[in-house]
């Protein structure tokens, strides 16, 4: 298995969870405020991260996480889960999660200009291809957008400066350390929504806790799925698959919430994964291209040196 195709699977898989953890949040906050809602989920996938670094026999605190590429993957944390748990408490489930989508081209962007890493025409093509689908799902008009779905513009921005900066982080930091840092920002971001909700938050009921408990052991499992993915193949390969976390953003719209989707929405969505899929086909084939040619170049100069 390739590193992209790797990648990719983990990828998928971290979408998966993102999504499940978007619908049970999205579900709490129906009678929790999105900050207390967002403070309980930082506060327990720390706690959990924690658990899990601990068992690992790796410290809970290094003074990596004071790195500058860490302080910035932070601020963009901070960002991201701020405005996206707002988006989530006054959005649609399907709009929040398409906005969301347009993160791999604000990713594969910032692979290019601050990682120098190659981006290819035909990846851009795709790219461009996909964010045609998340333009019909969308339909921007001349009115622009709603309040709410700008929430998710600046979560899905914040998101993207975070993918690629855990790209950048220090190599010393285990992937599992990463979530240390990464809930300790949700804490600090439901502290932050905390202080701008009138008045004092009603404490869940059973029923909400459970569906919170269950986020943060769902954002855990896709966190630790993410920060493999962003660490494992070529972004402008990787990225492209966060698009996965619409169809099931989707289908759990649908069932959950009662919201329907149209039919230029799952054209958009067919869009989308189609673009992913082809950026995964190509790289193999591209990959599958390199080998051969050096087996047929036969050993190197290097190899008959004496």
């Known amino acids: 298995m390739t590193p992209e195709t790797r990648g990719a699977l983990l990828m998928s898989a971290a979408m998966l969870g993102f999504a499940i953890e978007d619908a049970l949040f999205k579900a709490a906050t129906a009678t929790v405020s999105p900050g207390l809602g967002t403070l309980i989920f930082g506060l327990g996938g720390l706690v959990l991260y924690a658990a899990l670094v601990r068992r690992a026999g ?7 996480y004071l ?24 959005a649609p489930l399907s709009v929040t999660s398409a906005i969301l989508q347009a993160a791999p081209l604000v990713v594969t962007l910032g692979a290019a200009l601050a990682l120098a890493e190659p981006v290819g025409a035909r990846r851009w093509l795709a790219m461009g291809i996909g ?8 339909r921007p008009s001349a009115e622009g ?59 869940p009921q059973p029923a909400a806790a459970g569906l919170l408990a269950a986020t943060a052991v769902t954002g855990v499992v896709a966190y630790g799925a993410l920060t493999q993915a962003m660490r494992t193949g070529a972004v402008a390969v990787v990225a ?6 619409l169809i099931a953003a989707l289908v759990l719209a649908y069932v959950v ?16 994964v189609g673009s992913g899929l082809y950026t ?12 051969a040619a050096a087996l047929d170049a036969g050993p190197s100069e290097k190899d008959h040196a004496p």
């Open 58 to 64: 790796l410290p809970v605190w290094t003074r990596a």
């Open 240 to 245: 492209p698959f966060r698009y996965t976390r």
């Open 145 to 203: 957008f709603e309040a709410s779905a700008l929430f998710a513009v600046l979560g899905m921005i914040g998101f993207a400066g975070r993918d690629v900066a855990t790209r950048a982080s220090p190599p010393e930091i285990s992937t599992t350390q990463l979530g240390i840092p990464g809930f300790a920002t949700v804490t600090l971001a439901g502290l932050v929504i905390l202080a701008f909700e009138p008045g004092l938050p009603a404490m």
């Open 67 to 90: 790195s500058r590429t860490m302080l910035l993957r932070s601020g963009f944390e901070v960002t991201g889960r701020l405005f996206y748990a707002l988006a989530l408490a006054f």
């Open 257 to 272: 919430f009662g919201e329907r989707p149209d039919a230029l929405m799952l054209a958009g969505a067919g869009l989308i």
């Open 131 to 138: 964010f045609v689908g998340v333009l019909l799902i969308l």
């Open 280 to 291: 995964l086909w190509h790289s193999g084939r591209g990959s599958g291209q390199m080998r």
